[in-house]
C-alpha cells in the first residue's frame, strides 16, 4: 500500500461539450486503481438524486424553469454532495471530479440576464470545498463537431458553447494562480491529453497535508469585513 498523507486531493475536470471529460476522468480513475491509489469519481450534474432528476429534465427539454431556479438547483446537487466529498478525502481517498461550480456558473452566466451577473452566479457556490487542482480541457469547436458534434440536450449548440468559453476564460484566470487551475489542449488523441492529466495530478494522487480550501472564500471574507453583517 503506498504511503498516504493527511487526506485524498479533490482534482476537477472541466471544459467545454465533446472536450473529452468523462472519457478522461474515467481514465484517470483507471489509472490511480493501477497505482494502488483510492479513488472515487463523482459527476456532476449527478443526476440520481431527487434534485438531480429534476435537472435531468430540465437538460432534455422535459420540462421549462426559471434560469434563476434552474442555477440554484444546480449549485444545490452540489450542496447535497459536499459532505460525503469531505468525507472521502478525509478518509484519504482521492475525489476525481466529472464538471462542478465552475460549469455551474459558466452556463448560467452565459444566458446573459441582467439578473444574473457572473458574481450573482458564483454566489450560492461560495464555500463549497475548493478543488486543490482544476483541469480545463480546451477543445476547438472543429474537434468537437468531428467528435459527433453537439447532442440533443439543452445548451448544446455552437453559440452557447462560445458564450461558454468565454466565462470559463474569466474563471480561469480569476483561479488560476499558475497551479490550481490548467488549460491543456484537449484536441489531441485520448492517450496524450491523459498522459499530460497524469503529469499535473502527481504532486496530488499520493494525498496532500494541505487543509481543504473553500472556494472563493476570501471573496466571503471581503464581505463580512465591509461590516455589512454583525
Ligand atoms: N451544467 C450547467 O448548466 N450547470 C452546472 O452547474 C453543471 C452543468 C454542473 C450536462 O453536463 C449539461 O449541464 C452541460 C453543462 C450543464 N451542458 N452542456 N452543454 P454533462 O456533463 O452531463 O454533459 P455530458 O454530455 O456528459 O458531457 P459532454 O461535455 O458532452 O462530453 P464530455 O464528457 O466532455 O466528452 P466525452 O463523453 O468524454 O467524449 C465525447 C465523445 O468524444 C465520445 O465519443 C468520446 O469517445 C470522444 N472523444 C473523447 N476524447 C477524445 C479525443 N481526445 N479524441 C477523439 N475523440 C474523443
Ligand atoms: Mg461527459
Redesign the pocket.
Same mark, same amino acid.
Given at each position: 500500500m503506498p504511503e498516504r498523507k493527511q487526506r485524498g486531493a479533490f482534482i476537477v475536470i472541466e %471544459?467545454?461539450?465533446? =472536450?473529452?471529460?468523462?472519457?478522461?476522468v474515467s481514465l484517470l480513475e483507471k489509472r490511480c486503481k493501477d497505482a494502488g491509489l483510492p479513488v472515487r469519481l463523482v459527476?456532476?450534474?449527478d443526476r440520481t438524486t431527487p434534485i438531480g432528476k429534476l435537472i435531468d429534465s430540465y437538460?432534455r427539454s422535459d420540462s421549462e424553469m426559471d434560469d434563476h431556479a434552474i442555477h440554484l438547483l444546480?449549485s444545490a446537487n452540489r450542496w447535497e454532495l459536499a459532505p460525503s466529498i469531505i468525507e472521502s478525502l478525509n478518509a484519504g481517498t482521492t475525489v476525481i471530479c466529472?464538471?462542478?461550480?465552475f460549469? %455551474?456558473i459558466a452556463? =448560467?452566466a452565459a444566458k446573459n440576464k441582467p439578473t444574473m451577473s457572473y458574481e450573482w452566479c458564483r454566489a450560492p457556490d461560495i464555500y463549497l470545498p475548493a478543488p486543490d487542482i482544476t483541469l480545463f480541457?480546451d477543445v476547438s469547436p472543429e474537434k468537437a463537431r468531428e467528435?459527433?458534434g453537439y447532442?440533443a440536450?439543452r445548451?448544446?449548440n455552437a453559440e452557447m458553447?462560445e458564450r461558454v468559453e468565454h466565462v470559463f476564460e474569466r474563471i480561469g484566470v480569476e483561479i488560476g494562480d499558475g497551479s490550481r487551475w490548467f488549460a491543456v489542449d484537449?484536441d489531441?488523441?485520448?492517450e496524450a491529453?491523459a498522459e499530460e492529466l497524469w503529469e499535473r495530478v502527481q504532486p496530488y494522487v499520493k494525498g496532500t497535508e494541505k487543509p481543504l480550501q473553500r472556494l472563493w472564500e476570501d471573496l466571503d471574507e471581503r464581505v463580512r469585513n465591509s461590516h455589512l453583517y454583525i
Open positions: %471544459g467545454l461539450d465533446r =472536450s473529452g471529460k468523462s472519457t478522461q459527476k456532476f450534474p437538460l444546480f466529472d464538471r462542478y461550480a460549469s %455551474g452556463f =448560467s480541457l467528435r459527433g447532442g440536450e445548451y448544446e458553447q484537449a489531441r488523441e485520448k491529453v
